[in-house]
């Protein structure tokens, strides 16, 4: 049994302060009038501030959160709100509800909180928005590891920027996201909803969605800080057993440069145990690294139950007060998703002595600061969002409008660039659109092949089967039907997603034969704790195709039919054996509701794809975990017989127009270790496609105090060309860019040899230029005010002469 130092016994409350100060006054700062409110507060009504509450959560049937059935206790709405209220958890993103009742019913609430709390402070009310807010008839965006996919990050600000306008106009406050984890092992159920398997694209594209969500009034959360992808066996929420340098190297950098240069407002702690510490409990990381090394000034949020698992799994707390000792000294602001801890438990444990009340206070003040950021404090605050202007409460059911042509738009442009043409041997794509077309496979005519878990209709819409879709989800199917009108398409589904049942697979064979060409869509199902085959607790044993898919490839591959494999999934699954029978294969990460359009785009010529991938494509079922960020015994050698070597590497990506690449500005041959320097390459189109290439810096380091990478992606850029342009794209390299975590446990910049390549992808044989520098001078030691970004340009193109 763990035994505590008990803070001394708590003086009782002195009666009741004036509800009325300058607190109320916008004028004054914004410490000034969170100073003054707080000493106006009981005890209980500072608790109140620290917590959320689940209206409308389900006890029963399938959950949405881990636990769910088992840690949601009943709350009276009328009698907790009379002491305040820190938070409302998911208003839109519970069940299927009109967004423009929706606005009105938050809005209510809101006024109700008001009404019933002595201060009059409204609630931060937070959703989901991890591909789109998860709302019942909002855009479903792609997925993160499709934003990934597309290599671009201004597109990705400009779709957060979006989603945060439609979230702040219907009157919520927070999104919970993005997910800023490096994907450590491709088993792991929630790859989708990752960025990718490497640091820098993970912290580039983040931080820009960060950015865009910001700029929209919306207090971004990162998620989940740390460690949570690195889970033993990739089973969710399994220990991580990572060392310091792979924690310092590859997972916490994306959450630095969210923090540092994206703003982020809010983090949520992830439901890992590292080396036996959860973090929900660790005040290194929550306090020490975040708030007292990275300057963090914002929230920090539990995820949902993460503060009672501290109690019910990871078996660190003797009870809910416990819990909340813990927590509140970790440095967790806020419970969520709604009170267990941090209500009448803590108040007694403050009481009796347990707790110290500068904890509270000490979370107080930061949830004060946001909702005085948030204008939650003012006195002529708007009571109604913006979306409910000039509308009749009564008759607000249809006015607001989530999905408008504008993001429709976004979402299908996001989409087409994420597409991934991984092989095309012999030219087949893009297809004539003539002749007999077999389209065969279980994700060919289903509209939630397009959509991850955190999607409205796959989170929540199919626990409600008889409400709509709520928005338009044209499958890959349909899409092929409008691309190719003079084409005879025939569809089979021959197998399930998931299933054991192979009786289809003859029939979808036989279908195949008589064609053509074959396009078989395969994939996953996304859905949650086991109920789908990627997602939030579906996780997998191997990389192989999910059921009898593998089985149908092979039975369509056996007709001597062309064979174009069209791959809608969350993760990459392995394809030696099968990818050098394809005709061609196109690799989709849950491309949102626009998929198929733009799917159906990739494979008639219409879009030239551009994607890369944001994972490696594994050549075998096992092997994992693997990423491309391997030293050299990580890599193919001769003390093993197994090779690791993927199919296709991470940043590999093809395309229907050709590039030829020449060197830039002549580089320096030595630069400090404090220096500056710019390089370049100059990108030319020598097909006859509009196209654009993707142009990837890496660094190799021959020699260093710790074993580094073969390879690591320093810089990138999309470099969009007219068929015969060429542009000089420029990259600003600082060598902050290459430091790491050298043997004495400090990030240094090493003084030696370095190679940076430009290539296509990690893979050294497809390097097109090798910068060979030596940096020179003493040995640096570097920290989070480091440069941390390798800034890129283009020139204006230039014409064919």
Known sequence: MAIHPVPQARQADPPHAAVDGPWRDPSLGPEARVADLAARMTLEEKAAQLYGIWVGADAEGDGVAPHQNDMVDPVDFEDITTRGLGQLTRPFGTAPVDPGVGAVALARAQARIVEAGRFGIPAVAHEECLAGFTAWGATAYPVPLAWG??????????????IGGDMRSVGVHQGLAPVLDVVRDLRWGRVEETIGEDPYLVATVATAYVKGLESAGIVATLKHFAGYSASAGARNLAPVRAGNREMADVILPPFEMAVREGGARSV?????????????????????????????????????????FLETLHKVAAG????????????????LPTVRSYGDELVAAVRDGLVAEELVDRALHRVLLQKCELGLLDPDRQELPSALDGVDPARARGTVDLDPPRNRALARLIAERSCVLLANPEGALPLSGTGRIAVVGPRADDPLAMLGCYSFPSHVGVQHP??????????????????????????AQGCDVDGTDAEGIEGAAALAAGADVCVAVLGDRAGLFGRGTSGEGCDVADLSLPGRQGELLDALLATGTPVVLVLLTGRTYALGGRADRLAGCVQAFFPGEEGGPALAGVLSGRVNPSGRLPVSVPRGTGGQPWTYLQPPLGLANGVTNLDPTPLYPFGHGLSYTSFAWDAGAEAPAELPTDGEADLAVTVRNTGDRDGAEVVQLYVHDPVAQTTRPEARLIGYARVPLAAGESRRVSFRFHPDLVSFTGAGGRRIVEPGDLELRFATSSDVADTK???????????????????MVCHTSLDAPLART
């Not at 949520?268 to 929550?286: F, Q, R």
């Not at 416990?322 to 602001?333: S, Y």
């Not at 008889?466 to 569809?491: H, N, Q, S």
């Not at 230029?769 to 440069?787: A, N, S, Y």
């Open 149 to 162: 996919a597309a290599w671009d990050p201004e597109l990705v600000a400009e779709m957060a920027h979006r």
């Open 268 to 308: 949520m702690h992830s439901y890992a145990e590292i080396d036996g510490v959860p973090v929900a409990a660790d005040p290194s990381l929550l306090t020490g690294l975040l708030r007292d090394t990275w300057d963090f000034g914002g929230t920090v949020v539990a995820d949902y139950f993460g503060i009672g």
């Open 320 to 335: 809910r007060a416990d819990a909340a000792r813990l927590a509140l000294t970790a440095g967790v602001d806020v419970e």
């Open 466 to 491: 008889d409400a709509p879709m709520g928005i338009a989800i044209p499958t890959v199917l349909e899409a092929l039907r409008e691309e190719f009108p003079g084409a005879g398409i025939d569809y």
């Open 769 to 787: 230029q090798t910068v060979r520098l030596r940096l020179t001078g003493p040995e640096r030691t570097v920290d989070h005010r480091r440069r």
